[in-house]
């Protein structure tokens, strides 16, 4: 079956460490995206790539960093410049202007 | 573990009742729009979606009401179950955009 796969589901991030969330799809789409998911607010945009070894900041992009050496595959690094990173992460892919598959999502905790 | 939903519009309603959730659009020249069910916990699927070339559309136990006039766009869910409970969420995307934008969404309870 295909489908979008982030890991790992839990995330615990000390201060001062960069941590990386996977995301996997075999869905053959083009574009990929991570969202954060603050309690009681809307999906906000950290970054997005419409081809491999291409992307673009979102609107919270500061603190994050992205790869897309694969088409499949689109890591997202938090780094310790990110001073707020407990959150809800997801992960989305889509053809272009299709509905989004998303994934099952990561929670990030700094501890 | 922490709710999605905390803070959001709640919608209650009694298992077996009909359920509507709105959603008021900003972009008048979206033409795609797309309702999404978040349970606690796990990412969002997709319900339903609907293009601008349309004003109703039907799914199993769903329909999606576009009201282009004063862009609003609505969830119809059928006999709500339990199962029903969740944050449900709009999406609208304007022609030539891979990135839609997501409104707030609206937790739905359902009362056995």
């Known amino acids: 079956d295909g489908g979008i796969t982030q890991s790992p589901k839990y995330l615990f991030r000390k201060e001062g460490q960069n941590v990386t969330l996977s995301c996997e799809q075999n869905?053959?789409?083009?574009?990929m995206y991570w969202y954060r998911q603050d309690p009681g607010q809307g999906l906000r945009l950290i970054y997005y790539?419409?081809?491999?070894?291409?992307?673009q900041k979102g609107d919270i992009a500061e603190g994050y960093s992205v790869s897309r050496e694969k088409k499949e595959s689109f890591p997202l690094t938090v780094t310790s410049a990110q001073k707020n990173p407990t959150a809800f992460y997801l992960c989305?892919?889509?053809?272009?202007?299709?509905?989004?598959?998303f994934g099952s999502g990561t929670r990030l905790t700094v501890v | 573990g922490e709710s999605v939903g905390l803070h959001l519009p709640t919608l209650s309603v009694q298992e077996g009742d009909n359920s509507i959730i709105n959603c008021a659009y900003s972009?008048?020249?979206?033409?795609?729009f797309i309702w999404y069910k978040q349970e606690s916990g796990k990412g969002p699927q997709f319900i339903i979606d609907?293009?601008?070339?349309?004003d109703k559309r039907q799914g199993q136990r769903v329909t999606v009401l576009l009201n282009k006039t004063v862009k609003h766009l609505s969830l119809q869910i059928a006999a709500t179950q339990p199962g029903d409970s969740a944050v449900y969420f709009c999406?609208?995307?304007?022609?030539?955009?891979?990135?839609?934008?997501f409104g707030r969404g609206t937790s739905l309870i359902v009362h056995p």
């Open positions: 972009n008048s020249a979206s033409d795609y």
């Open positions: 790539s419409q081809i491999v070894n291409d992307f």
């Open positions: 609907i293009r601008s070339n349309m």
């Open positions: 999406a609208e995307n304007k022609g030539g955009s891979y990135i839609p934008t």
């Open positions: 989305a892919s889509s053809y272009w202007q299709g509905g989004y598959t």
């Open positions: 869905l053959n789409h083009d574009a």
